[in-house]
């Protein structure tokens, strides 16, 4: 039997995602239903493994210019047109050590911000999102904002939460998908070239 890997199970969890995105939690934090939020896309998933790791994973993806607007100096800056921001609290009896979001298109600029509890120790692509903290964040604590930048619209998604030595899959939270916002020169190339044509076409008339 061929074992999963990380990137497996995010991928596993990502089919199963359109049943979990409705589910929400009672506690929300400031990204949770943020008025900035790109298109809507903000919300809240709870999670528990049942053996002790529970909690909430808060989520928002704003635009470069919106992110700024509401949490610059705080700690992160944008790197790309979209800035993904999650924020986890623990509520289970173990903490939290861990925080993967599943990345398979262009990302870039990993790093956190300052709204909640405790910052990460370190942030890194693997090629995921990973962001360690050490300490683990207790129970009844949240992370800083989690973040990183991607040119690319967001699509349903999935993530892993580690504690204790074990982990809960989260279906249900955003992550780059495959399409990306084109460039303001390409677009207007695009919008030049469909007035050409018919310009041409009545030039040769």
């Known amino acids: 039997m061929t074992p999963f890997t990380t990137t497996g199970l995010l991928q596993f969890v990502a089919a199963l995602?359109?049943?979990a995105a409705s589910s929400a939690s009672s506690v929300a934090g400031i990204l949770h239903g943020h008025a900035a939020a790109?298109?809507?896309?903000?919300g809240s998933v709870p999670f528990n493994n049942?053996?002790?790791v529970s909690g909430v994973i808060d989520f928002a993806v704003f635009t470069a210019a919106d992110f700024n607007a509401n949490f610059a100096g705080l700690g992160y800056v944008p790197g790309d047109a979209f800035v993904y921001a999650y924020q986890v609290e623990a509520t289970?009896?173990?903490?939290l050590s861990a925080e993967i979001i599943g990345v398979n298109n262009p990302a870039n600029t990993i790093g956190t911000f300052d709204i909640g509890d405790q910052d990460g120790a370190s942030a890194s692509f693997t090629p995921n999102a990973r962001w360690l903290f050490a300490p683990e964040i207790a129970t009844g604590?949240?992370?800083w904002g989690l973040a990183?930048?991607?040119p690319n619209l967001p699509i349903v998604g999935a993530s892993l939460t580690i504690g204790g030595g074990t982990q809960?899959?989260?279906a249900g939270v955003p992550t780059p998908g495959p399409i990306s916002i084109p460039e303001p020169s390409a677009l207007l190339l695009?919008?030049?070239g469909a007035l050409a044509a018919p310009l041409s076409r009545r030039a040769r008339a």
Not at 38 to 42: A, S
Not at 92 to 95: C, D, I, K, L, M
């Open 141 to 143: 604590l949240t992370s």
């Open 50 to 52: 049942g053996v002790g």
């Open 148 to 150: 990183f930048s991607s």
């Open 92 to 95: 289970g009896p173990e903490g």
């Open 17 to 19: 995602s359109l049943i």
């Open 38 to 42: 790109y298109g809507g896309v903000t």
């Open 190 to 192: 695009l919008t030049s």
């Open 168 to 170: 809960a899959l989260i």
